[in-house]
């Protein structure tokens, strides 16, 4: 069966190269939610003023991966304890966050941080937000670290964020 979550865990275009590489996920779209402007663009986004956060959406295949399975991929790629920031990403559009209108997502993801957060040092800040209207992200940023990887932004930050996936040996990679 073909689900859809949607994760927020700084840039999408480190998001979107993640979860490329993770079996189970059937496809998955930059974009923007989470405030108040109708079709915002990119631009307006990143001035951080239209509530937006850059987010990812996922449409997965549930019977070969959970829930469950893609907040671990999520959470262990990204800082979920720096508010409205990840590296030098910074302002409310980087937020760590997932929407969900699910309630039994949402009471997963709740438990899922409060384990989690026995793990860290700092307080885990990732945002639980209600679903709301999804705009799609302009062309060029779909694929975009696969389609630019020589750009410093993806050899400096995504490049290294794919080999520490790949390195975990997670079970739910797809074969590279």
């Not at 750009?151 to 080999?163: A, D, N, T």
């Amino acid at each position: 069966m073909i689900k859809t979550c949607y994760f927020g865990g700084g840039c999408f275009w480190c998001t979107e190269a993640i979860f490329k590489k993770i079996n189970g996920v059937v496809s998955i779209f930059p974009g923007y939610m989470g405030g108040h402007v109708k079709n915002p663009s990119y631009e307006q986004v990143c001035e951080g003023y239209t509530g937006h956060a850059e987010i990812i959406k996922i449409d997965y295949d549930s019977s070969k991966i959970l829930f469950e399975d893609l907040l671990s991929v999520f959470f262990s790629t990204h800082d979920p304890t720096t508010l409205n920031r990840q590296g030098n990403d910074i302002g409310t559009q980087y937020r760590s966050s997932v929407f969900t209108n699910d309630d039994k997502e949402v009471e997963i993801l709740k438990n899922y941080i409060e384990e989690l957060d026995k793990t860290f040092d700092k307080k885990i800040v990732t945002t639980i937000e209600d679903l709301s209207e999804f705009y799609l992200a302009e062309d060029y940023h779909h694929n975009y670290y696969n389609l630019n990887k020589n750009v410093p932004y993806c050899s400096v930050v995504i490049g290294p964020k794919i080999k520490k996936l790949l390195n975990s040996k997670n079970s739910f990679l797809k074969d590279v």
